[in-house]
């Protein structure tokens, strides 16, 4: 709420200038027929605390009646204000004060073309280096006077009033009863076109704002379903594209998944092969022993034998241990016998003591 009360008047400053600048084209006359014949009441300040109740409409003014604004006067010139509704009644309770040209300034100023897109707010920023008050000593309005696009400037008119004088001038007016829409200063060159408003905004009666909100709300309500409309199906499309990027990302996890317990199940698969492979190629313990039988002379016995695939250590005692080296590298089932340490003569025995080393040859696959 905070922050359209904030953007409230920027709105109110952007519809005065855009309802002047359409005004601007219109013809006169045209203007007077549809201002109609209640047109509106102005007051004409003449002194310090008198003036004129002028009828405007359109372009067309008609003085009606002198007024005191002088308090002690009060209650006659509520009889005057009276009289003058009585008589025209469409003219309505709200006036427009109009301040001597000499109780203000009206001047013309250059701006460059590209701020007519937020001419009031440089307007604003222009006021200190402009005129010879400060922002917060007046009030200030401003009008379009021409564009210049060849030279790609704005020609402005700025009219500034000391904020003294223009409080002093409500506080007489509404003295009297009289209800202040606006306030504007006349022009030295008897220009009729009005300056524009010098009043920041104000806040109205409530009976008064109830058709503007009417408004206000239905326009609110027009821009929120056309929004609805243009980004509901943005919003809906972002939707389905998140779903879908979310179901891929779970195909994308169940794939990674599935993906990997296969290759999990290759290589179990490989390796129980490699296993059986083996087993079925190596030797088995019993068949080293057979040949080692077979192989091995009567006068001669082991007395340790160690079996790492396809590796075999024999140790024991033979007549000659030169022999059973011949004997193993000889054999078909058996190569590259050597011997693992020194041969020695057992005392007792007579014979030879011998560690040899020897590798078993895997049978060939048919």
Excluded: C
């Amino acid at each position: 709420m905070r922050s359209f009360d904030v953007a409230l008047p920027s709105l109110n400053t952007a519809w005065r200038w855009w309802s002047g600048e359409i005004a601007a084209l219109i013809p006169s006359g045209l203007r007077r027929r549809l201002a109609g014949r209640e047109g509106r009441l102005l007051l004409v300040m003449t002194a310090d605390s008198a003036g004129m109740l002028v009828h405007r409409a359109g372009d067309d003014e008609a003085v009606l009646a002198g007024i005191d604004l002088d308090p002690a006067g009060a209650a006659e010139s509520r009889e005057i204000i009276a009289a003058i509704r009585s008589r025209i009644p469409g003219i309505g309770h709200a006036l427009t004060i109009r301040l001597p040209a000499e109780a203000g300034l009206r001047t013309s100023m250059v701006l460059p073309l590209a701020a007519a897109g937020n001419l009031a707010e440089v307007v604003s920023f222009e006021l200190d280096r402009r005129t010879p008050f400060k922002s917060d000593e007046i009030y200030f309005t401003h009008r379009l006077l021409r564009r210049e696009p060849a030279q790609q400037r704005l020609v402005v008119e700025l009219t500034v009033a000391p904020r003294s004088i223009v409080d002093h001038a409500l506080s007489l007016a509404e003295s009297i009863g009289l209800e202040v829409e606006a306030v504007e200063v006349a022009s030295a060159q008897d220009d009729m076109t009005p300056p524009g408003n010098l009043l920041p905004p104000r806040p109205q009666r409530p009976g008064a704002r109830l058709p503007r909100l009417g408004i206000a709300g239905l326009a609110a309500a027009a821009a929120a379903l056309a929004a609805v409309a243009v980004f509901l199906p943005i919003y809906q499309a972002d939707q389905t594209a998140d779903a879908l990027a979310a179901e891929l990302a779970a195909a994308k996890q169940q794939a990674g998944e599935s993906l990997a317990l296969q290759k999990e199940i290759d290589a179990e698969i490989q390796e129980s092969g490699f296993l059986a492979t083996r087993k079925r190629d190596a030797p088995a313990v019993s068949e080293v022993l057979y040949r080692l039988t077979r192989i091995l002379p009567d006068d001669s016995w082991l007395t340790e034998l160690q079996f790492a695939n396809p590796d075999v250590q024999i140790t024991g005692l033979a007549a000659s241990a030169s022999t059973i080296l011949g004997l193993l590298d000889q054999s078909p089932g058996f190569t590259n016998a050597t011997f693992r340490s020194s041969v020695m003569q057992d005392q007792r025995s007579g014979h030879e003591q011998f560690n040899i080393g020897v590798r078993v040859q895997r049978p060939k696959t048919p």
